[in-house]
């Protein structure tokens, strides 16, 4: 077996981003950068914070639109902060946030627009009430880009957390929704705080790249995902900071019968040098809507700090769907409270009328070259009974301070693993599995743009 070297403990300090990106794209000129541009200051808005800029940013994206499929179109939004309600992007389209500019959302929740509820989940977290997204695309929208210099931030302080609690908000608000089968989206090189709920939320997308991004949300608060890829394909995570109240990259595909019925995977998704702090949650969570399948997730060369579990299967009865084919390799993990952690017990369902026969097939977990210290347990493997978690694989585990491991209805091998695990993992078998050939998603360089 190959030696590879595990990352070693790297705190990161925000912004994480570098220069700024954009892709090549078929249709854009000079290397992938614009053709048309239009400056926000052109459209008589105010950077101070306090002016509202909706109509602003709205007319800007829809006088860009004739335009954007004739060379791609740019809006620029220039140094100060632009405070706006929620708007609509467009394709073949670039939001350029230049150094030293931050979008803040409105906290006017008279501007939340709604939005219909995805056909995947059903209606229990969209309840009757507004939605919310600062940034949406439309239906079948094709080649986007958010991109910026180093220091641009969105701000979504607008819905405060005090406010997520006291008027019980539906748990449907996203800073980014990309929504109804988008392809070909980058967002890099922002920083995204404060968000009520989740931040990043690709829905139903294919070749999705999200590079150099940092997430920053307290700890203590709900709901707040750093990025969701959900029922897409194709998805890169590459370079990101995030600190989170909840899982900082959360892999979903539907809910129940919604998700069974609408059938569309999460699959062929790479996560690479990702630095996550979540002291509640994971630092990558497999559900627990997982019921259009989840599969060939990558995930490599990563740090977790003060992070409740690194890689956690989440699940339960009337899921149905499946969870295959997880690699997992190169994680460095500083104070944990479980590695390795598997749940069937899921128990929230979107209504009364999910089948309780449908079952979830986990099988295939693989991990590889993790380095973990100041552990609490090593492992907590809670399977389905009569539906056991099958074909995991552990290569090592950490000196934990407590209970060692946890294991039941599951079933799998482990390779030189140091204390003796579970029966149920005690098996020794090959070294565990990841993929060699390359999973190619977007551009193999994404050329640097001014404008």
């Given at each position: 077996?190959?030696?590879?070297?595990?990352?070693?403990?790297?705190?990161?300090?925000?912004?994480?981003?570098?220069?700024?990106?954009?892709?090549?794209?078929?249709?854009?000129?000079?290397?992938?950068?614009?053709?048309?541009?239009?400056?926000?200051?052109?459209?008589?808005?105010?950077?101070?914070?306090?002016?509202?800029?909706?109509?602003?940013?709205?007319?800007?994206?829809?006088?860009?639109?004739?335009?954007?499929?004739?060379?791609?179109?740019?809006?620029?939004?220039?140094?100060?902060?632009?405070?706006?309600?929620?708007?609509?992007?467009?394709?073949?389209?670039?939001?350029?946030?230049?150094?030293?500019?931050?979008?803040?959302?409105?906290?006017?929740?008279?501007?939340?627009?709604?939005?219909?509820?995805?056909?995947?989940?059903?209606?229990?977290?969209?309840?009757?009430?507004?939605?919310?997204?600062?940034?949406?695309?439309?239906?079948?929208?094709?080649?986007?880009?958010?991109?910026?210099?180093?220091?641009?931030?969105?701000?979504?302080?607008?819905?405060?957390?005090?406010?997520?609690?006291?008027?019980?908000?539906?748990?449907?608000?996203?800073?980014?929704?990309?929504?109804?089968?988008?392809?070909?989206?980058?967002?890099?090189?922002?920083?995204?705080?404060?968000s009520p709920s989740w931040n990043l939320h690709p829905t139903y997308c294919t070749n999705v790249t999200i590079s150099g991004v940092t997430i920053l949300a307290p700890?203590?608060?709900?709901?707040?995902?750093?990025?969701?890829?959900?029922?897409?394909?194709?998805?890169?995570?590459?370079?990101?900071?995030?600190?989170?109240?909840?899982?900082?990259?959360?892999?979903?595909?539907?809910?129940?019968?919604?998700?069974?019925?609408?059938?569309?995977?999460?699959?062929?998704?790479?996560?690479?040098?990702?630095?996550?702090?979540?002291?509640?949650?994971?630092?990558?969570?497999?559900?627990?809507?997982?019921?259009?399948?989840?599969?060939?997730?990558?995930?490599?060369?990563?740090?977790?700090?003060?992070?409740?579990?690194?890689?956690?299967?989440?699940?339960?009865?009337?899921?149905?769907?499946?969870?295959?084919?997880?690699?997992?390799?190169?994680?460095?993990?500083?104070?944990?409270?479980?590695?390795?952690?598997?749940?069937?017990?899921?128990?929230?369902?979107?209504?009364?009328?999910?089948?309780?026969?449908?079952?979830?097939?986990?099988?295939?977990?693989?991990?590889?070259?993790?380095?973990?210290?100041?552990?609490?347990?090593?492992?907590?493997?809670?399977?389905?009974?009569?539906?056991?978690?099958?074909?995991?694989?552990?290569?090592?585990?950490?000196?934990?301070?407590?209970?060692?491991?946890?294991?039941?209805?599951?079933?799998?091998?482990?390779?030189?693993?140091?204390?003796?695990?579970?029966?149920?993992?005690?098996?020794?078998?090959?070294?565990?599995?990841?993929?060699?050939?390359?999973?190619?998603?977007?551009?193999?360089?994404?050329?640097?743009?001014?404008?």
């Amino acid at each position: 077996m190959e030696t590879r070297r595990i990352p070693r403990p790297v705190i990161l300090s925000p912004p994480f981003a570098a220069a700024a990106l954009l892709a090549a794209c078929t249709g854009a000129s000079r290397a992938g950068c614009r053709k048309h541009m239009a400056k926000i200051t052109e459209y008589g808005t105010v950077g101070d914070g306090k002016t509202l800029n909706t109509t602003a940013f709205t007319k800007a994206v829809a006088d860009l639109l004739a335009r954007a499929r004739r060379g791609g179109a740019a809006l620029v939004v220039s140094p100060g902060k632009w405070l706006t309600g929620p708007f609509n992007l467009t394709s073949h389209f670039t939001l350029y946030l230049d150094e030293g500019a931050e979008i803040l959302a409105s906290q006017d929740s008279m501007l939340l627009p709604w939005v219909p509820p995805c056909f995947s989940r059903g209606t229990a977290r969209t309840a009757p009430a507004p939605a919310y997204s600062l940034l949406k695309n439309g239906y079948g929208s094709i080649i986007q880009y958010i991109s910026e210099k180093k220091g641009a931030v969105i701000t979504n302080y607008s819905l405060s957390f005090s406010q997520y609690h006291l008027f019980s908000w539906p748990d449907n608000f996203d800073s980014v929704k990309l929504k109804e089968r988008s392809k070909l989206w980058i967002i890099s090189n922002v920083t995204f705080v404060d968000s009520p709920s989740w931040n990043l939320h690709p829905t139903y997308c294919t070749n999705v790249t999200i590079s150099g991004v940092t997430i920053l949300a307290p700890v203590h608060s709900p709901n707040t995902d750093g990025i969701d890829p959900d029922s897409s394909s194709h998805v890169k995570i590459e370079d990101c900071y995030i600190v989170s109240g909840d899982d900082c990259i959360a892999v979903k595909s539907g809910w129940d019968q919604y998700g069974i019925k609408f059938n569309m995977p999460s699959q062929h998704i790479v996560i690479k040098r990702l630095t996550c702090i979540s002291p509640t949650s994971a630092m990558i969570a497999l559900g627990s809507e997982m019921s259009g399948g989840i599969r060939d997730v990558r995930a490599e060369d990563s740090v977790a700090i003060n992070t409740e579990s690194a890689v956690r299967v989440k699940s339960g009865v009337g899921r149905g769907g499946f969870v295959k084919d997880i690699f997992v390799r190169g994680l460095s993990l500083h104070t944990m409270k479980w590695v390795f952690w598997m749940t069937g017990n899921y128990g929230q369902h979107p209504d009364n009328s999910s089948d309780p026969d449908a079952m979830p097939e986990v099988t295939g977990i693989n991990y590889s070259d993790v380095f973990s210290e100041n552990v609490t347990m090593a492992g907590r493997m809670e399977g389905i009974p009569n539906d056991p978690y099958t074909g995991i694989c552990i290569p090592n585990a950490p000196d934990a301070k407590e209970l060692q491991w946890n294991c039941t209805n599951v079933k799998g091998v482990t390779s030189a693993v140091t204390p003796k695990p579970c029966p149920e993992l005690g098996a020794e078998g090959k070294p565990c599995a990841f993929p060699e050939e390359e999973l190619i998603i977007g551009p193999h360089k994404l050329p640097q743009c001014t404008y």
